[in-house]
C-alpha cells in the first residue's frame, strides 16, 4: 500500500474526479484524476480509458458501416446472378 504524499495516510482506495485534458494539438480529451480519500490532494491524472475506447469503437462502426452496407448489397447481387444462373442452366422442354 502507498501512501499519500500530502498527508501520509495509507491509500487503500481512491476517488476519481472527471477533468479535462487539454493539449496543444488536441484540447478537450476526457480525462480522470485519482484524488486522496482523505486530503483530496491529486494523486494522478490520465486521459480516460474508458471514453477512449468508447471514441473508437464509434470511430470503427462509423468506418465498418458503409462496407458492411456494400456487402448486403453485393450478397443481394450474388443471389439474384445464382438464381439468373440457375435458370438459364435449366434444360429446356
Sequence with gaps: ???CPKCENLITTV????VTV??????GWKGISYL??????V????????AVRTDISD???????PVSQEVVTLRSQVTRLEQL??????PRR
Excluded: T
Aim: hydrophobic share 40%; aromatic share 4%; net charge negative.
Design 43 to 50: 494523486l494522478s491524472v490520465q486521459i480516460d480509458p474508458i
Design 85 to 90: 444462373l440457375a435458370q438459364l442452366l435449366q
Design 59 to 65: 470511430h470503427v462502426d462509423q468506418a465498418v458501416a
Design 15 to 18: 476517488n476519481i474526479e472527471d
Design 1 to 3: 500500500m502507498g501512501k
Design 22 to 27: 487539454n493539449h496543444l494539438f488536441q484540447p
Design 36 to 41: 486522496c480519500p482523505f486530503c483530496n490532494s
